[in-house]
């Protein structure tokens, strides 16, 4: 949870609406304009140019924040904006304001608003390999600026309800219930297969222009893949399945296809000027965060830590948590869900009047009382609902911390295994504190460290204090490059995790 306090202010539905969406099917009416970097007529020409700035200006510090803010280092920014400001020099649309901005967020992935504003996650620089890697990403979501396909785009409604709303998706999907309660989710829905294709031609053209090696595409969409897939196991979810928030998700594409695109630019680069340049790239990030950031909350096992609020919380065996943006969630293999967010009352006096009338609003709750919890006034209601998955048990909790500020706790489980939710259920609930200043200060993140691999270091011994226990080794090979098997080489630089 980044910046939980605001986490039911949603994005404006507005100026989301407004980029030229409504337009898909129309044809040719006076509104069309020859886009400079597609050669094409396109059906943005009621939005101009101008308004595609308007908008980004206008969303982009949203986005950010919706994102966990920009991420606090000078120096890996500009470095990050140097090489987004030399590829954008070079597209066809040099004039509009260019920002980038590396996001504080261990989610991978890259985001452009229409205009020219972009930003690209500190997880998807984790997960490069050279700058030439980063280059193809900045210059792709570039292509998505200068080929207007925002504008184009045709926008599937943000799903920005939060709370009980959306208990209905919820039984039938718990991950279309995280991505119905990020506020972002209207950044994240995707592109089209011959838009990302369009995409990728424009940024082998500005990536050859650069002296990149544009092979760096591929390679760096092969450790997404990898990466894609680690994250579902560390999910428990089955292989294949892309969480939403992911690089793969937003721009969905194939190795084929961006082979295809760089055929198609046909500028292939001389090979004594395709750069990688990976000594500098992996000195850039050196030191950079790695995974959670505790000051946004961050989870080890079971349990929820927020130095930041300074509060947390541990969920029962058997349960996998996740830090989203604007809550967090657990889930077991059963189909019980956990989750956990920030919230004000607005016109309750109490809060079991909150629980009862305004929180679960036209859910009829028994058993409502207030409780005390290590110290925290709490009141707790529970319910048995229909869903589409069956009968189900839902249990509440709100917790008050200062004034109208509250935070919540809600248990979704099937209600055929009731009796074996029951305990953990309670110790959840009780689990729930503030933390002491000393506990809070105790909190320290993981970082990236550049070393050079020396003869006696292996796999086991580089990758064990990564986060994610028997997927350990699995993720180093990811984050090096090293496929199953080989072993570390020696005296190459490469990026361990350290505490
Ligand atoms: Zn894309």
Redesign the pocket.
Known sequence: MSDVMESDKALSRRALLTGGTALAGLSCLGGCSTNPATGQDSVTGFYSLKDDVKMGQAEYPNLIRAFGGAYDSIPLQSYIARIGRDLASRSELPELPWEFTVLNTPIVN?L?LPGGKIAITRGLLAVASNEAEVAGVLA??I??VTAR?TAQRQTRGLLANLGLAVLGVATQNAQLMQLGQTVASGYLQ??SRS??LQ??TLAVRYLSSASYDPEAMATFLSSLREHSQLEARLQGLAPGVVDQRN?MA????TIDRVRQAQAAAESAPSETTARLERDTYLSAINGMVFSDDPDQGYVRGRDFLHAGLKLGFQVPPGFVLRNGTSQVTAEDRNGAVITFDAAKAQRSRTLAEYVQNEWTQGVNLSDVQAINVNGLSAATGRTRLNTQQGVADLRVVAYQWEGTQLFRLMFLSPARNASTYGDGVRSTINSFRQLTDAEAAELKPLRLITVQAAGTDTISTLAQTMPYGALNDDWFRMLNDLSPGQPVPVGRSIKVVAS
């Open positions: 890259a452009a792709h979501e292509g998505h396909h995707g592109f838009q990302e995409s990728d690089m937003s721009h969905p594409r």
